[in-house]
């Protein structure tokens, strides 16, 4: 499948990585054309990799991986061409994460509480399918649940689309070994706001416990 | 010990019929001192309950519990005399939903992000020890954890003074069966913005899986 990878940063780059390891045909977006921490990944995967503009990668994917800093996101988003976005899926990873005034980190202003980066990312690509999901674990956890007991824990995925939502759970399981009972469908991309407003509290139990390879488990 | 219990709704109730069983001694505050639900609670545990006005069980409660709605419980807290909250625990279960725009729910504002009800609490009672905690299950399982998983997952506690926290973290082994090796000290009071915020977060949960008995365990 072709993807596309928005950002360079930990979690773009361990995307993209995951990705071509499971044979997936990857371009990496930045601002620039020819980043030079990409330019070394491509040149690892010549066959399967390539880089682009942010743009080129929104062109060139079926799916989208939103890998940007929460900061920046919203930025980017409003300077993709419409035509390049429009029936396409974009997995937002992002968080909109402050931590400007120390612990607890807080949310960005205006991305809390009634409003999230999900929402404000859909409101921008209305054409397009936008899944919040993998951003209430580290990085490395995102690409192998399995890292963490045994892939026993609960990914939460939100999207307005049924069908779409479905298609990405199934490629959550497939490429990244979540387990499927372990998939939790939260709702619409609204409910972003409270996987988004969890990460303050991760950044807190990350802190308490010394590492951040941990995730939540929903016992009954 | 004497506790006192601010509040008669279900979690009030709770913490007293659980607390009564473990033969302390309990007076439940209420606005008036003649709340007629309460005065059945009393009848049926006359030896060890009693019932007062909130100034009352303040007054009374080596430990107090908090129990009150969200939207009143700072109005409260600030009716109490300074005399009878000094020098004494205050456990803050509250949290400041506000269904009334739908879902999921929000936070009342000014009480999310970069504050938080257990925060607001501490500074209105500055001689008082406030540890914010059992804010993210359900009533039945703050006293019992064992109706989960056998009581494996997770309690959160915050709160400013680590002897009195250390204390009150014995005290939910002793009284509320959670295991020693699942409470998580999250730091200061501050960290109540993490747990306050995440009640929406288990509100989702709870619609998608069908039930409130449930809780998160960090897995490793």
Redesign the interface.
């Known amino acids: 499948m072709k993807i596309g990878i928005l950002g360079t940063g930990m979690v773009g780059e361990t995307i993209a990585s995951a990705l071509l390891d499971k044979n997936h045909d990857v371009m990496i977006g930045s601002r620039t054309a020819t980043n030079e921490k990409v330019a070394e990944l491509v040149k690892k995967n010549s066959k399967h990799a390539s880089q682009g503009t942010f743009n080129d990668a929104a062109a060139y994917g079926d799916i989208v991986f939103i890998c940007l800093n929460g900061e920046h996101a919203l930025d980017v988003i409003r300077s993709l061409d419409e035509f390049n976005t429009a029936n396409k899926i974009f997995v937002d990873i992002t968080n909109p994460l402050d931590f400007t005034?120390g612990?607890?980190p807080?949310?960005i202003n205006g991305l809390?509480?009634?409003n999230s980066l999900g929402e404000e990312i859909q409101r921008l690509l209305p054409n397009a399918y936008v899944i919040k999901a993998l951003n209430t674990v580290n990085h490395k956890l995102m690409v192998d649940a399995r890292q963490?007991?045994n892939g026993?824990?609960n990914l939460f995925v939100c999207g307005n689309n049924a069908d779409i939502k479905n298609k990405m759970m199934h490629f959550f399981v497939d490429n990244f070994h979540w387990r499927p009972e372990r998939l939790?469908?939260?709702?619409g991309i609204?409910?972003a706001?409270?996987?988004e407003?969890?990460v303050?509290?991760w950044v807190?139990?990350w802190?308490?416990?010394g590492?951040p390879?941990?995730?939540?488990?929903?016992?009954?």
Chains 1, 2 share one sequence.
């Open positions: 005034h612990m607890p807080r949310l809390s509480n009634n963490v007991n026993d824990h939790i469908d939260l709702g609204e409910m706001r409270c996987t407003a969890y303050p509290f807190a139990i802190q308490a416990t590492s390879m941990f995730n939540l488990k929903v016992v009954q």
